[in-house]
């Protein structure tokens, strides 16, 4: 944060990237996240909703910590976009990645697991399930490569948007 004018209040920087998306009726949209940015802005002309981890969806009965946020019409939100980083180990043909610390990462989510795909190069996959009390993320793929004290990153590279009327989302992005 900058101060403005000196005074006390703070201000955003002019931001880095700013995407608009007109948004139709129930149609699913995803706005890219610039490499680097650490926030972002979003706002909306009419109610809608939004999803770091996986695809946006219109509220309904969703209890599995998958649920889109929503984005009220006319009052911009302010977001750190998820980094989180840990290490673990997983072992060839397997789908059960042990990790360091499971803090941060989100069933849906899709993560990188440095060296454990095919021929060691990286594995993106999506997280399908969390035990915090064993510290193991079962892994939407199996692994090709057994990797040890391998780094562990959830980063998005897209930010999920959804609505039901039509309004323009804006999303500013702040490094």
Do not use: C, W
């Not at 009419?46 to 946006?56: C, D, K, L, Q």
């Not at 998820?82 to 849906?108: C, E, I, M, Q, W």
């Not at 079962?138 to 609505?163: C, E």
Request: hydrophobic letters at 40%; a negative charge.
């Amino acid at each position: 944060m900058i101060k403005f004018d000196d005074s006390e209040q703070p201000a955003l920087p002019v931001s880095d990237t700013i995407n608009a998306h007109l948004l139709a009726a129930s149609t699913h949209e995803e706005d890219t996240v610039p490499t680097g940015a650490r926030y972002v802005l979003l706002t909306a002309s009419t109610i809608a909703y939004y999803n770091f981890v996986t695809t946006a969806t219109i509220p309904g009965d969703t209890t599995d910590g998958t649920a889109s946020d929503t984005l009220p019409p006319g009052i911009p939100i302010l977001r750190m976009i998820p980094n989180f980083t840990t290490t673990g180990y997983v072992t060839a043909g397997t789908t059960a990645l042990v990790v360091n610390s499971t803090d941060g990462f989100t069933k849906g989510a899709t993560i990188t697991v440095k060296g454990a795909g095919a021929a060691g190069v990286d594995l993106s996959t999506t997280i399908s399930s969390i035990n915090q009390s064993t510290k193991t993320i079962t892994l939407g793929a199996s692994a090709s490569t057994t990797v040890v004290d391998a780094q562990v990153i959830f980063a998005p590279t897209t930010i999920s948007l959804i609505a039901a009327g039509t309004p323009v989302v804006t999303l500013a992005y702040y490094k």
